[in-house]
């Protein structure tokens, strides 16, 4: 039975009372988490995974939900990205990929960057994942090894499946943060941390409040493709994004996502190219990009899979920006 387990639900009305909130049950040593639209946390809560005493809700902090083309709130829904004509098409077309139209009304851009990893040796219901005494990502003081890189449990590989970031990182999306030391900034590549367990570089009582993007943003030209088992509403097992300011080649910029715990900016791979970006350089790059890229067997495709599709999504992602 997945019955919801008990939790205070909290629903400060401005970002101060959050950032309050949040210092209050930190000094108590009170665990919480935060929530935005529920369509991750909640059947996650209904698995009994990493349940908290508190879960402090932004639903109702009004000006997060901002939807522009320099700027989109956290708690802006998909839905709305996805028919807004204010954004980014590229923004618009990665929101309308994310599960169903009845998932996209509640999901928001917060909850999508900020996404728990996944793995087919946690995403199950509790009985399951005791008979198999637990993983390291939520041993219940077992002390559990990760099953999928067995003999250690010091590194949870889980992987990050979300949809957006590989776009708002190709886009030189800038994340803004905020907690109760303060707001920060940092560019959205910068934001993910290669752990399936911490995830991003979120302390302890922040949270995300927007991305930005920089002026040039309408003049960048992008594409992003996905892989995944059903069209109707599957989390992708391979996703890769692409931009470029056509006929600037040091404007291009490739990320990938769904492949490792985090997703990836592939500036090195692109970098390696030098000046110049045309038809002939797209299987070069898009075969270094699959080489750079090491998926684990804990999604349900094969990882060899996934990774040879990077090769296909890449190839197929940068004819698109080529406009081929
Ligand atoms: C059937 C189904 C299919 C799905 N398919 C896809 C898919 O194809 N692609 C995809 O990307 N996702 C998919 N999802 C996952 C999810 O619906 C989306 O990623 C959604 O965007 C999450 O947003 P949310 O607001 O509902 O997040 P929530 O569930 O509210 O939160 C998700 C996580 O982010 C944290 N969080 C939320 N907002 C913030 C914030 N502002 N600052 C800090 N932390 C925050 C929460 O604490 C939680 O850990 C699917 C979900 C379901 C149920
Ligand atoms: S990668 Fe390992 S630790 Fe992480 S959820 Fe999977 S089995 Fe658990």
């Known amino acids: 039975m ?9 629903h400060p009305k401005t970002v101060e009372e959050a950032c309050e909130l949040a210092a209050t049950f930190l000094a108590n040593k009170e665990s919480f988490d935060w929530v935005a639209g529920g369509t991750d946390l909640l059947p996650n809560y ?89 993983c390291h990502k939520e041993d219940c003081g077992t002390g559990s090894d990760c099953r999928v890189i067995p003999n250690q449990n010091t ?19 800038t994340i803004h943060i905020i907690g109760p030391n ?15 367990i911490t995830r991003n570089v979120l302390q302890e009582g922040e949270f995300v409040l927007k991305v930005t993007f920089p002026e040039d943003v309408a003049n960048r030209t992008g594409s992003y493709k996905k892989l995944r088992v059903r069209e109707s509403w599957d989390f992708p097992e391979a996703g890769v994004a692409s931009s470029w300011i056509s006929g600037d080649p040091s404007s291009l910029r490739v990320a990938s996502t769904a492949l490792e715990s985090i997703p990836r900016l592939h500036q090195e791979e692109v970098d390696a190219l030098g000046t110049s970006f045309s038809k002939e350089h797209i299987p ?19 990882p060899r899979y996934r990774k040879s599709m990077v090769r296909v999504l890449a190839k197929r992602s940068l004819r698109e920006i080529l406009g081929d």
């Open 46 to 134: 209904k698995w009994h995974i990493n349940v908290k005493t508190h879960v402090i809700s932004l639903a109702n902090i009004p000006g997060l939900d901002t939807i522009s083309m320099h700027e989109i709130g956290a708690m802006a829904r998909l839905g709305a990205l996805t028919t807004s004509e204010n954004v980014h098409p590229l923004i618009a077309f990665a929101a309308s990929k994310v599960a169903s139209s009845l998932v996209r009304n509640n999901a928001t851009l917060g909850g999508n960057i900020c996404l728990d990893t996944r793995c087919f040796w946690i995403n199950q219901s509790e009985d399951w994942r005791r008979s198999i005494d637990w």
């Open 182 to 196: 303060g707001p920060r900034s940092l560019p959205v590549d910068e934001f993910f941390q290669l752990d399936g």
């Open 2 to 10: 997945m019955l919801m387990p008990p939790f205070n639900l909290h």
């Open 284 to 302: 070069q790059l898009s075969e270094a990009i699959m080489k750079s890229i090491k998926p684990v067997n804990n999604t349900a495709l094969p």
């Open 155 to 173: 590194l949870c590989v889980a992987t990050y499946q979300g949809d957006l970031a590989p776009s708002l990182m190709v886009l030189e999306g």
